[in-house]
């Protein structure tokens, strides 16, 4: 069982927008600034599209917009693409368990 | 640029030990400002959090393999390694090594590509 809730999947158009959420508690997502998204597209390794809620390593397009409201975090993908097909994971910072970082369930993403 | 590769044996056996090396190119894997960890995803599923380590010995693991786990870094050679005790089935995975900021950094920004590992009897 995760420790953030992500919807299992969703779906839009080329060219659309699209918000992709992450639901946590306090003792993570509402408490600190350190939510994080990852694209994973298939059979390839997770890449890093946000980190600390709202900041893009450099190289990452500018379609991907990440925020937070309460326990959730969002990631806003705008100019949907074919190539953003794929999974997307968030983690956070967490105070429960053993390890600082708490993962999603991750959320598919299919471009129509 | 910073790459890692993991590599080890693709098929393990039932009850016995898995073990893995993570071999960083293009950083020190003795700096200070690194953490170096693992993740692993069984197959169709999501993303599983296993530990990671610091060249200065800390090491942090998850809860639920605690008991059958070691993480370490050997600074000579550049590289990370896992060893996970008396595997099962459910310790088949595509294992990822992935690199976060030592200080304030809840994010892992370099992946390693994952290896396959199939545990059977």
């Known amino acids: 069982q995760s420790a953030l809730t992500q919807p299992a999947s969703v779906s839009a158009s080329p060219g659309q927008s699209i918000t992709l959420t992450c639901t946590g508690s306090r003792n993570d997502v509402g408490g600190y600034n350190f939510v994080s998204w990852y694209q994973q597209q298939p059979g390839k390794a997770p890449k890093l599209l946000i980190y600390?809620?709202?900041s893009r390593p450099s190289g990452v397009s500018p379609r991907f917009f990440g925020s937070k409201s309460g326990n959730t975090a969002s990631l806003t993908i705008s100019g949907l693409q074919a190539e953003d097909d794929g999974d997307y994971y968030c983690?956070?910072?967490?105070?429960?368990?053993?390890?600082?970082?708490?993962f999603g369930g991750g959320t598919r993403l299919t471009v129509l | 640029q910073v790459q890692l590769q993991e590599s080890g044996p693709r098929l393990v056996k039932t009850s016995q030990t898995l073990s893995l090396t993570c071999t960083v190119s293009?950083?020190?894997?003795?700096?200070?400002?690194?953490?170096w960890g693992w993740v692993r995803q069984a197959p169709g599923k999501g993303l599983e959090y296993i530990g990671y380590?610091?060249?200065?010995?800390?090491?942090y693991y998850n809860s639920s393999l605690t008991s059958r786990l070691t993480i370490s870094v050997d600074k000579s050679k550049n590289q990370m390694s896992l060893n996970l005790k008396s595997v099962t089935a459910a310790d088949t995975a595509v294992y990822f090594c992935a690199r976060r900021p030592w200080i304030r950094g809840y994010y892992m920004d370099v992946w390693g590509r994952g290896t396959m590992v199939i545990v059977s009897s």
């Open positions: 380590a610091h060249h200065k010995g800390t090491t």
């Open positions: 600390n809620v709202n």
């Open positions: 983690t956070s910072y967490t105070t429960e368990g053993t390890l600082d970082l708490a």
């Open positions: 293009g950083a020190s894997i003795s700096s200070d400002d690194w953490y």
